[in-house]
């Protein structure tokens, strides 16, 4: 079955949108397209209907194609937990835990199940579209690699490499690439794009030609910065600015290990709110009416960090001030009154403080809860709908002081509150999707929602960069090296 590889010529060059802008492509052409990453690192993940977990670029992807994600379309995701360490997920399971130094010595054999889930998606569709990782150019990296070459030479994918204009240098990034690499991998790649063009393309016809002439390959168009991107959720980037936006302010300390940080597009895109990311050294501010504290893939430590930066003691203000707070995954975690990691999960053993804000403990552990759920949440039995991804259990010690937050539909509670209701927790990513539940917190803040449902408008931002993309490349070559290879 076809199949083509989309490489970058170094990281963040917009591959996952693109991969995800064809798949929708082709899928409305009629074909039952699938989405593939061999490996990819991230702490932004996604669940799947097989019970697994993927990065969230294979997620958006899979809604791309029309289909939900499975595990094989991301065999191999590392999580960092730290600058030197990462959890591994194969085939949707933990794996175990790696150091940064052996990583490229142990990840060889794992070459086999890439090529196994590669086959089974294959298998079941008309076009399977790959997502490289990083750059082919990082030939430091090639022995043993099964992100970029390694996989397309062993697989027999083709490639076209995409180089981003926006950030300046393309001609050398594409020319370089090919100059690195050694030539039976160079030999892979059968075409090229230019990525996130801004203004009238042809000023780049000569640029394009030089291309052209100086790889022998064959230019396969120019994308332009397309602007419904921006309304897909970014796999890893974080934007660091501070919206001008008039509203109520909410405000999001930014961890060092945070994770899954898209669950809070919808609420950013409300036209009501004025979405603060707090950067460390910052206060953080004291007119904002909701203080979330985030996922976290190593909460002992970005709970550390947080006490570090004074941003405990802003919190305690933020309350006696009126605010709202809630913690979310990790940061729920972190607004009990202990973590207790025995095993040494995150560093050494121990029973650590937490805020103390509201009265759960948590134990950290080594099974992994990977699952879809919804409900409503209490007392007010608004609807929601998210997933859960997390390690270790939290126990509430409810009282008159707190109350369960959420009840799932097929039963069971999840989360706590409050007695004033201004303080909760929970495990639910992706809580402010759903319209209800994000119309619900605006109104308990003072403002008022656009109750726009983010999967329906994510979906038209897939339908929008589609349709972008078919106005400015050569779709029907890129389908002929997919079923080709040349």
């Known amino acids: ?115 196994q889930s590669f086959e089974r998606l294959r298998a079941e569709s008309d076009l399977v579209i790959v997502e490289g990782a990083g750059s082919p150019a990082e030939i430091n990296l090639r022995a043993g690699d099964i992100a970029n070459m390694g996989f397309a030479l062993s697989a027999g994918v083709p490639v076209i490499l995409v180089g981003d204009i926006d950030r300046g240098g393309v001609i050398a990034s594409l020319v370089g690439t090919k100059t690195v690499l050694d030539p039976k991998d160079a030999a892979m790649i059968k075409g090229f794009l ?24 064959r230019g396969l168009g120019i994308v332009p910065w397309i602007a419904a991107a921006r309304s897909l959720p970014e796999e890893d980037a974080i934007p660091a600015d501070i919206s001008g936006r008039d509203g109520v302010t909410i405000a999001l300390p930014l961890l060092p290990h945070i994770s899954n940080h898209d669950d809070f597009d919808a609420l950013e895109a409300e036209p009501s709110v004025r979405f603060v990311r707090v950067p460390p050294g910052q206060a953080l501010p004291g007119n904002a009416r909701l203080v979330i504290l985030p996922g976290s893939k190593a909460t002992i430590s970005d709970l550390e960090f947080f006490r570090a930066q004074g941003w405990d003691l802003d919190l305690v203000s933020h309350i006696r001030r009126g605010g709202y707070v809630l ?50 949440s209490l007392p007010d039995r608004t609807p929601f709908r998210g997933y859960e991804i997390h390690c270790g259990q939290t126990e509430p010690d409810f009282g008159a002081a707190a109350a369960p937050f959420l009840q799932f539909s097929g039963g069971g509670l999840d989360g706590t509150v409050s007695e004033n209701r201004r303080i909760a927790g929970c495990y639910v990513h992706r809580l402010f999707d759903d319209p209800k539940q994000r119309a619900r917190w605006l109104a308990t803040l003072g403002a008022a929602s656009d109750g726009i449902d983010q999967t329906i408008k994510v979906d038209a931002a897939l339908d929008a960069v589609a349709a972008a993309l078919a106005n400015c490349l050569d779709i029907e070559r890129i389908f002929n090296i997919a079923s080709t290879g040349v």
Do not use: H
């Open 1 to 115: 079955m076809p199949a083509v590889m989309l490489q970058g010529t170094g990281s963040d060059v917009g591959k996952s949108v693109l991969v995800a802008g064809l798949c929708r492509l082709f899928t409305d052409r009629g074909l039952v397209v699938r989405p593939f990453k061999p490996q990819n690192m991230s702490n932004n993940a996604a669940p799947t209907y097989d019970g697994g977990e993927i990065g969230r670029a294979q997620a958006l992807q899979a809604q791309a194609c029309r289909v939900r994600p499975s595990a094989d379309m991301n065999p191999v995701l590392l999580k960092p937990q730290s600058d030197l360490e990462a959890q591994v997920i194969v085939q949707g399971k933990v794996y175990g835990r790696l150091r940064a130094e052996d990583f490229n010595s142990r990840r060889a054999p794992l070459l086999d199940l890439v090529t």
């Open 194 to 217: 230019i990525n996130r063009f801004r203004g009238d393309t042809g000023l780049f016809r000569n640029g394009y030609r030089t291309v052209e002439e100086l790889t022998g390959w």
């Open 327 to 376: 913690g979310l995954c990790g940061g729920y975690q972190m607004l009990g009154k202990t973590i207790a990691d025995p095993l040494g999960l995150e560093g050494e053993p121990g029973v650590f403080a937490g805020l103390g804000l509201l009265p759960v403990n948590t134990m950290l552990n080594t099974d992994k809860r990977v699952t879809e759920v919804n409900g409503i």
